[in-house]
Every structure is written in C-alpha cells, then in structure tokens.
C-alpha cells in the first residue's frame, strides 16, 4: 500500500442506512421488501444505545398523543401493532422503544447499535461511498457503499439561538434534549423559549408542580381549532418544506406552518393562563431577562425550546452544503451526490408522509442499483 492509497474497507454492502428511527426504518422494510438483504447488502446503523430513534431520549413525561399523531410504520399493523391502540399511560419513548424493537425484530432488520458514523466519503476511483464508523469500544470501521440512505435526525442538534446575555446569565439553562423532567423545577422561576409543542409541553408540566413561568415566542402562536393538524394547513406547510430543501435552505419547523392544534389539554392550559406568550425578550442579565419594553423578569432557569436542525455533520466531506445551509435535495435525493438520499428530510420530516417517503425512497435507492 502507498502513503496516500485510502485505508482498507472493511465491508462491502449495497446500501447503508445511516439512523434507525422512523425514517430509516421505514427505508430499510421497503428495502427489504424489494430483495435486499439485512445485514450484508442492506446494513442499518445508529448510534444510539436502544430502539425508538429520538424518541427514547424523551423525557419520562411525554406521553403519546401529547404533541401530534404518530403514524405507524409500513408492515407495524400486519404484525397487530397500531399506535392508537397503544397504552396512553406510560411514556412515549418506553411505548415507541418497544414497538420499533418488536418491529426490528419481525422484519429481521438487524439494526448495528450503537455504531456511530463519523464520516460519509467519495472513494478515489470508485462509484461507492464510504461509512465510517466507531463502535461503543471506539473500534472503527469502513464500509463501503453503492448507496447511502441518511436518517439521522436532529434530535443530536438542538439549536438555541444567540441572544445577548446568554453566557452572563447565572441561573441554569437547558435545551429540549437536556429536559428531564419537571420536578426538577419545582417551586422556580421558568422562562420558556419557543413556539412547538415541546415548549407548550414544558409549560404544562412546569404548572403541574408548582413552577411559576413565562413564555416566550419570536411570533405571536397560532392555535388552530381542530384537535388534530388540519390536512390545508399540514400540505402548506409540507410544500414550503419541499421548497426549502430544494433551494438548499435550512429547514423551517413543520408547527411554524400549521398552527397547533388545541387539544383538550391545551384548551385547559389556555383557559387557566398557563399558555400566554410574550414576545420574544430583549436579552437575558444575571439573573432573568429583559423585555423590549425594559421589564426585568426573573428566572431560575432558562428552558430553550428552540427546535433542531438536521443532523447532516457526518457528511461534511461531501461538501453538499449550500451557503443558505442545506442540501439541496428532490424528491428525497441529494442533487449533488446522486448516490446519497435524504430520509426524514424536507417535507419527510415528521410523521407527515414519512411512511410514503420511504417506499418512494426505497424504489428509487433500487434504480440505482440495477442501473439503467
Ligand atoms: P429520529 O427518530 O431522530 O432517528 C434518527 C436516528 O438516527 C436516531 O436513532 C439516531 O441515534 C440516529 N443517528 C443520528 N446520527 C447518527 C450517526 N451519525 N450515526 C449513526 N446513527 C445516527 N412527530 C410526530 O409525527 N408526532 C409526534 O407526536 C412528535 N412529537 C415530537 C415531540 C418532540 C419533543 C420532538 C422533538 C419531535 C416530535 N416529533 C413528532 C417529530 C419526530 O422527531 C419524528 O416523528 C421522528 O422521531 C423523526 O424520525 P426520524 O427517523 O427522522 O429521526
């Protein structure tokens, strides 16, 4: 071997599905069901410790049902499973966790975890891609692909936005992802950031334990009357994330499109005052913020529920980001790098056509393979 030649690959495989929540799994049974097999041509990885995708890492609270619906996944109900069926008094991710782990298993999908991909790669003279990947024991290994289907989320990138005072402040801070429970702030003050539902569940779980909060949104909440995501507003808001992902932009949130829906629950926060919000404040000080009309609120804690962005830093050798800071990607597939599709991406996002997406993406995965 010479100095420069790319180290050995360990594997050959023809697809690598990189993320196993819904989106990726979603793939993989499509794929499987067009003829591929799990574990040598077909190879699901996720860095995560248990079955669920994000949702495992949900705090103890969520319950199914809470935020919006969540769609089963292809071939879930010919095994007996339906999430409306399922039991609305124990925690979204255990509930989830044990439907994907059942699923994973009816369809011997043979999910690696946690094994972690670092990087996505061109090999020099080739047509295949590289997957690199670290295992719990920091082993690594390279596997080698026609095709690279990315599920990877963003629930690993939560994104708090910058304002000034953010590093002076001297209460606690936490984003989505480092919420536990809210317990843990009995008897405080709260300042709530953001317009989703995760932001809506903090404020009625904070009520319930006696934390005395407020609520802050960069745009005024829209509620929409129906229970559930009226269809118009859900297309709408799908379409611009389309758009988004086409331009190359980064993506805007599915709820900013479509208004919450109020639910029973949400109609009793509304009517106790619990889900009043303030326009977004001014900058945080020492020891709370400040409004744009100079009110200083005190805080304990500061809870940013600011939203996510897609996890794509594994594929940064492929160098496919835009300067708006997406990837340009149509109908599930990266322009750029047309052996690299995006699950979950876009208008994919959510549950919202997720399962379509996947056979979709799956049917297009196997063109490629078989070739012209
Ligand atoms: P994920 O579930 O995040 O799965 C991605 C997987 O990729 C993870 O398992 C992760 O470990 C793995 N991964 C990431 N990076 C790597 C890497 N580099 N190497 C290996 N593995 C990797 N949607 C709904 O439809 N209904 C709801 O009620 C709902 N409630 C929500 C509540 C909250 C608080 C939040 C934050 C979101 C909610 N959503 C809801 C949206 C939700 O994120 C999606 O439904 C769904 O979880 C997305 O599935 P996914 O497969 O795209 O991503």
């Known amino acids: 071997m010479t100095d420069d030649a790319p180290p050995p690959v360990d594997q050959h495989a023809r697809v690598v599905v990189i993320g196993a929540g819904q989106a990726g799994l979603s793939v993989g049974y499509h794929l499987r069901r067009l003829g591929l097999t799990p574990g040598s041509d077909l190879v699901l990885l996720d860095r995560a410790p248990g079955t669920g995708g994000a949702w495992q890492f949900r705090w103890e609270a969520l319950r199914l049902g809470a935020a919006h619906r969540v769609h089963d996944l292809p071939g879930m109900n010919a095994m007996g499973l339906r999430f409306d069926d399922a039991d609305r008094s124990r925690p979204a991710r255990d509930v989830v966790g044990e439907y994907y782990r059942r699923f994973e298993q009816h369809y011997d999908l043979r999910v690696r975890r946690p094994v972690s991909v670092s990087s996505v790669s061109r090999i020099d003279g080739t047509e295949e891609l590289c997957v690199a990947t670290t295992n719990a024991d920091g082993g690594t290994a390279r596997i080698a692909a026609e095709v690279v289907v990315n599920a990877s989320g963003t629930w690993g990138t939560p994104f708090v936005p910058w304002y000034p005072g953010r590093d002076v402040f001297r209460g606690r801070q936490v984003d989505t992802t480092e919420y536990r429970s809210a317990k843990e702030f009995a008897g405080q003050d709260v300042v709530v950031v953001g317009g989703g539902t995760s932001a809506i569940g903090f404020l009625l779980e904070l009520d319930g334990v006696g934390a005395r909060t407020r609520w802050f949104t960069r745009r005024p909440m829209v509620w929409s009357e129906s229970a559930s995501l009226d269809l118009e507003s859900a297309?709408?808001?799908?379409?611009?994330?389309?758009?988004?992902?086409?331009?190359?932009?980064?993506?805007?949130?599915?709820?900013?499109?479509?208004?919450?829906?109020?639910?029973?629950?949400?109609?009793?926060?509304?009517?106790?005052?619990?889900?009043?919000?303030?326009?977004?404040?001014?900058?945080?000080?020492?020891?709370?913020?400040?409004?744009?009309?100079?009110?200083?609120?005190?805080?304990?804690?500061?809870?940013?529920?600011?939203?996510?962005?897609?996890?794509?830093?594994?594929?940064?050798?492929?160098?496919?980001?835009?300067?708006?800071?997406?990837?340009?990607?149509?109908?599930?597939?990266?322009?750029?790098?047309?052996?690299?599709?995006?699950?979950?991406?876009?208008?994919?996002?959510?549950?919202?056509?997720?399962?379509?997406?996947?056979?979709?993406i799956a049917r297009q995965v196997m063109d490629v393979l078989i070739g012209p």
């Not at 829906?261 to 709370?288: C, N």
């Not at 409004?291 to 496919?320: K, Q, S």
């Not at 980001?321 to 996002?349: K, M």
């Open 235 to 360: 297309v709408a808001a799908v379409d611009e994330q389309d758009r988004a992902a086409r331009a190359g932009e980064t993506l805007p949130s599915i709820v900013s499109g479509t208004g919450v829906p109020v639910s029973r629950r949400i109609r009793a926060g509304l009517d106790r005052g619990v889900l009043r919000e303030s326009p977004m404040f001014a900058r945080l000080d020492e020891t709370g913020v400040v409004t744009a009309d100079g009110e200083h609120v005190h805080a304990d804690a500061v809870i940013w529920a600011t939203g996510f962005r897609a996890d794509l830093r594994h594929l940064a050798p492929l160098h496919l980001r835009t300067a708006a800071g997406g990837i340009v990607v149509e109908d599930g597939r990266s322009v750029d790098e047309p052996r690299l599709f995006l699950a979950g991406y876009g208008p994919r996002a959510s549950t919202i056509g997720a399962n379509r997406a996947g056979r979709r």
